[in-house]
């Protein structure tokens, strides 16, 4: 059974970085074909996929994004993580990270998710 979990601050202040990481326990990040990825959901909204990291280690991101995320992982501790950097108020959700079985944007399991506001 595999598990995603979200772990990071809660509470970040406005044009800091917001850093995240999900420990997968019960698979490996690095097996074929597998997509990483991290989705969040403002409130009020729908969710929003905003990037991903290959069982390969490539990297990709949504358009709106880019110019602010980056997606790395540890492998010898099974982890991925997210950073936005420049935060907003607009950049409040909860994130998720979810695993996509072949990149399609389709994902068998997810971790519980993980609040974070971005307030001063």
């Known amino acids: 059974q595999v598990q995603l979990q979200e772990s990071g601050p809660g509470l970040v202040k406005p044009s800091q970085t917001l850093s995240l990481t999900c420990t997968v326990s019960?698979?490996?990040?690095?097996?074929?074909?597998?997509?990483w990825s991290w989705i969040r959901q403002p409130p009020g909204k729908g969710l929003e996929w905003m990037g991903a990291?290959?069982?390969?280690?490539?990297?990709y991101y949504s358009p709106s994004l880019k110019s602010r995320t980056s997606i790395s992982r540890d492998t010898s501790k099974n982890q991925f993580t997210l950073q936005l950097s420049s935060v907003t108020p607009e950049d409040t959700a909860v994130y998720y990270c979810?695993?996509?079985?072949?990149?399609?944007?389709?994902?068998?399991?997810w971790g519980q998710g993980t609040q974070v506001t971005v307030s001063s």
């Open positions: 979810a695993r996509d079985p072949g990149g399609r944007r389709e994902y068998d399991y």
């Open positions: 990291i290959a069982y390969s280690g490539s990297t």
């Open positions: 019960g698979g490996s990040i690095t097996t074929n074909y597998y997509y």
